[in-house]
């Protein structure tokens, strides 16, 4: 066992959730995810994802899940030619320094009012709470793309709440997501599948949730609510894996180690079956 790894986990699942956000938000210790750190990278990816799929934005409503209370990703996408964007969280934590800083820059799409910078609701629209809520599902309509980065991971109901981002999807519509099968403590990717799970749902698992899904899980998901799913490797960590093979619980084994190392993935789905 790595005392060190435990001992690090311990004090992140005990920490307060509360502390753990305003960490994130100061970018102390807890880092944040691309759309927060590199928009206009976060973006790229996705427009050339979408290309290379024969999609594009053009014109189109797209929904970013879990946008993290900045609206740069939101404001780029309108710029390479969105009609109109939902930026969607479970939380409400709006980045009110770092929206401040777009707005001389994207003033078509942002407005200063009472004090603080918000989205002119014609170009963008925050759709805050649990996406599974009938309140919430009514707020929104045919979604021409979902997209995410280093979301679904986190995720504690991946199955349900994929469901519900179907139903916002046009018929036509895709998802794009971008993964990371990796235990967040990257110096040990793999090392959370080496717990059982009461101990690391009662002990380890941080206050983001590390839901430690695999390659085969999210396939079995998407292909539930989705005509044509497409699952891209984007990096295996194979010899990461076979350090670590001999104390990974069973479950997280399927025998094949090209499969079993695979660390960061996207995946894209077309025409939710609704």
Request: proline residues 3%.
């Amino acid at each position: 066992m790595n005392i060190k790894y435990v001992f690090l986990r311990l004090v992140r699942h005990f920490l307060p959730e509360n502390v753990a956000r305003f960490l994130l938000k100061r970018r102390w210790i807890i880092r944040p995810g691309l759309e927060s750190s590199d928009p206009r990278a976060a973006v790229d990816q996705y427009v050339k994802v979408l290309s290379a799929n024969g999609e594009s934005i053009q014109g189109k409503r797209v929904l970013v899940f879990g946008y993290g209370g900045r609206f740069a990703v939101g404001v780029e996408l309108l710029g390479k030619g969105a009609s109109h964007v939902v930026l969607c969280d479970h939380f409400v934590l709006l980045d009110a320094e770092r929206n401040l800083e777009l707005l001389a820059g994207y003033r078509d799409y942002l407005v200063m009012d009472g004090g603080e910078v918000r989205p002119r609701p014609e170009f963008i629209t925050l759709l805050h709470g649990d996406i599974r809520d009938a309140d919430i599902q009514k707020q929104v309509s045919g979604i021409d793309y979902v997209l995410s980065t280093s979301v679904y991971e986190h995720l504690d109901d991946v199955d349900g709440i994929t469901q519900a981002l179907a139903r916002l999807t046009s018929s036509t519509g895709c998802q794009l997501h971008f993964v990371d099968l990796r235990d967040h403590y990257f110096k040990h990717p793999f090392e959370m599948l080496t717990f059982s799970g009461n101990v690391w749902r009662n002990f380890l698992n941080p206050t983001s949730n590390l839901n430690r899904f695999r390659l085969k899980d999210y396939l079995a998901v998407f292909n539930k609510y989705f005509q044509k799913v497409d699952v891209v490797v984007l990096e295996r960590l194979e010899e990461e894996f076979k350090a670590s093979r001999s104390r990974i619980r069973p479950d997280f084994i399927t025998g094949n180690e090209s499969v079993d190392s695979v660390s960061l993935i996207h995946v894209f789905a077309r025409s939710p079956k609704n």
